[in-house]
């Protein structure tokens, strides 16, 4: 049972808009910033969104983060074939003192 | 390029112990923070420990506290994860991730990540008789 909370999966026809949502708490969505992660199958995880909001260079603009009280949630405008991966939600936990993730969101592309 | 070299996994028998290495070039790894990660077969990403640039600052999940030791070198650029009284619960592939927090001031520091940008290729780490 993981910390942060996902749909264990999502999916979208190539060009959709898609979201993957992430529900935690006040001690650490709540409090903390947000930060998504995509992992390619068969690869290491890449950063995709930190602080919230905030891309890495070389991360398309598709990809967006937001978030709202205790939620967050990662948004892939015009996904393509591409895309197709696990996606993991974290933030600091106050109480617990460590990074929590979320269980991850398969994403397929029909 | 930023890059991370995991080592050191293998097969150990419950209750053993083994020693994770993770060398990194490309990037000032003084100004990092580091971090351990482990994904078991099949399943999601779980957080196993961070250190601090200088080591100030280290924090354990409550499934290894007290089994395992996060230690980093900075003349050596290297990291490590040193693990006892393995599980076999344990099993997974390991990897390393770096955070360009800078200097942590106080124990809040890890509030301001930048995120893990960083990471190694995994190393993996099967516990079984």
């Known amino acids: 049972q993981s910390v942060l909370t996902q749909p264990p999966s999502a999916s979208g026809a190539p060009g959709q808009r898609v979201t993957i949502s992430c529900s935690g708490s006040?001690?650490?969505?709540?409090?903390?910033?947000v930060y998504w992660y995509q992992q390619l199958p068969g690869m290491a995880p890449k950063l995709l969104i930190y602080?919230?909001?905030q891309r890495p260079s070389g991360v398309p603009d598709r990809f967006s983060g937001s978030d709202s009280g205790t939620s967050a949630s990662l948004a892939i405008s015009g996904v393509r074939s591409e895309d197709e991966a696990d996606y993991y939600c974290?933030?600091?936990?106050?109480?617990?003192?460590?990074?929590?993730f979320g269980g991850g969101t398969k994403l397929t592309v029909l | 390029e930023l890059q991370l070299v995991e080592s050191g996994g293998g097969l150990v028998k419950p209750g053993g112990s083994l020693r994770l290495s993770c060398a990194a070039s490309?990037?000032?790894?003084?100004?990092?923070?580091m971090n351990w990660v482990r994904q078991a077969p099949g399943k999601g990403l779980e957080w196993v420990a961070s250190?601090?640039?200088?080591?100030?600052?280290?924090y354990y999940a409550d499934s290894v506290k007290g089994r395992f030791t996060i230690s980093r070198d900075n003349a050596k650029n290297s990291l490590y994860l040193q693990m006892n009284s393995l599980r076999a619960e344990d099993t997974a592939v390991y990897y390393c991730?770096?955070?360009?927090?800078?200097?942590?001031?106080?124990?809040?520091?890890?509030?301001?990540?930048?995120?893990?940008?960083?990471w190694g290729q995994g190393t993996t780490v099967t516990v079984s008789s």
């Open positions: 250190t601090s640039s200088s080591s100030g600052y280290i």
């Open positions: 006040s001690s650490n969505i709540g409090s903390n910033f």
């Open positions: 974290a933030a600091w936990d106050d109480s617990l003192s460590g990074w929590v």
């Open positions: 490309g990037f000032t790894f003084s100004s990092y923070s």
């Open positions: 602080k919230n909001n």
């Open positions: 991730a770096g955070d360009p927090l800078g200097y942590c001031l106080d124990a809040s520091c890890y509030r301001h990540s930048y995120g893990m940008d960083v």
